[in-house]
């Protein structure tokens, strides 16, 4: 994980192809992943390898029995995705440290909704028959506005993986 970087979690994921493409979006951003338990697949799953590719050994991941250790590090830089949530992502603190995304078919439990109100963000739906987005979309979505909100893209020289002095010399 980088300075400056989020860092991602997914509270009892249930899809192996959402967390592997997660997996693969925190090591192309360089963010910390943290998994929830339980899950509703296996560690060695090879939907959950797939999506990922060869990037694994890039991954800066997690694994907690429990989300409270990060809520209690994070309390107030901690942000949670809901569909249920009034606030809209773009309002989220830009010193928020931790992105929580709930399971993909039940989303978080609904204490959560009592106890961290003031911390449930939602991503807008424009057609009243969508209920909500893929959950790795969701996540792809406020991880680079959250970057970009940071500075992050002026201030990383990126091309494609290839450092900028090498991207810049001629052949």
Same mark, same amino acid.
């Given at each position: 994980m980088k300075p400056g970087h989020p860092q991602i979690c997914l509270f009892? !994921? %249930?899809i192996p192809q959402n967390t592997g493409s997660i997996g693969r979006l925190a090591a192309a951003t360089s963010c910390r992943l943290h998994l929830i338990k339980p899950f509703g697949f296996g560690t060695s *799953?090879?939907?959950?390898?797939?999506?990922?590719?060869?990037?694994? !050994?890039?991954l800066d991941l997690e694994i907690h029995d429990s989300i409270e250790p990060l809520v209690a590090t994070y309390s107030g830089r901690i942000a949670f995705f809901s569909?249920?949530?009034?606030?809209?992502?773009t309002d989220m603190p830009v010193d928020t440290e931790v992105l929580v995304f709930g399971r993909e078919t039940s989303g978080f439990p609904p204490e959560f909704? %009592?106890?961290?109100? *003031?911390?449930l963000y939602r991503i807008p739906l424009f057609h009243p028959h969508v209920r909500s987005l893929n959950l790795a979309n969701?996540?792809?979505?406020?991880v680079y506005d959250l970057m970009q909100r940071r500075g992050l893209f002026a201030s990383e020289k990126v091309s494609h993986g290839i450092p %900028?002095?090498?991207?810049?010399?001629?052949p």
């Amino acid at each position: 994980m980088k300075p400056g970087h989020p860092q991602i979690c997914l509270f009892q !994921p %249930e899809i192996p192809q959402n967390t592997g493409s997660i997996g693969r979006l925190a090591a192309a951003t360089s963010c910390r992943l943290h998994l929830i338990k339980p899950f509703g697949f296996g560690t060695s *799953d090879k939907n959950l390898r797939r999506p990922g590719l060869d990037y694994w !050994p890039f991954l800066d991941l997690e694994i907690h029995d429990s989300i409270e250790p990060l809520v209690a590090t994070y309390s107030g830089r901690i942000a949670f995705f809901s569909k249920f949530a009034t606030q809209l992502y773009t309002d989220m603190p830009v010193d928020t440290e931790v992105l929580v995304f709930g399971r993909e078919t039940s989303g978080f439990p609904p204490e959560f909704h %009592e106890r961290f109100k *003031d911390q449930l963000y939602r991503i807008p739906l424009f057609h009243p028959h969508v209920r909500s987005l893929n959950l790795a979309n969701a996540c792809s979505i406020v991880v680079y506005d959250l970057m970009q909100r940071r500075g992050l893209f002026a201030s990383e020289k990126v091309s494609h993986g290839i450092p %900028e002095s090498a991207a810049t010399q001629k052949p």
